[in-house]
């Protein structure tokens, strides 16, 4: 098991910045792989960012140039800078993961999320 907390949010005009940090525990020995979603009031769920198995680093089409996403191994710990804010990124942002890594190549499947942290982006 897991436990993910997110940080970092907070209300910003637009323009401006914000970097989100998810930390997870739960493991001494083990990693996790951690992605950003985000949800607006009203729709689904969307991914934001993410590292996929090869170990390259995916944006949603919508944060590419304005988003960096990030990793601190040996925190366990991932960041979203979040740049040239829009009104349009006025959600509540959370961390997953799927996968526990573990020495040896041991490979957990997870489906685990933070409770997520609220960007409110005003004009």
Known sequence: QVQ???SGGGSVQA???LRLS???SGSTYCSYDMSWYRQS?????EFVSGIVTDGTTIYADFVKGRFTFSRD???NTVYLQMNSLEIED?????????????PGGVVFPLNS???????????
Not at 41 to 45: D, E, S, T, V, W
């Open 4 to 6: 993910l907390v997110e």
């Open 15 to 17: 323009g401006g910045s």
């Open 22 to 24: 998810c930390v997870a």
């Open 41 to 45: 009031p009203g729709k689904a769920r």
């Open 73 to 75: 191994n040996a925190k």
């Open 90 to 102: 006025t959600a509540m942002y959370y961390c997953n993961s799927r996968r526990k890594l573990c």
């Open 113 to 123: 999320w933070g409770q997520g942290t609220q960007v409110t982006v005003s004009s």
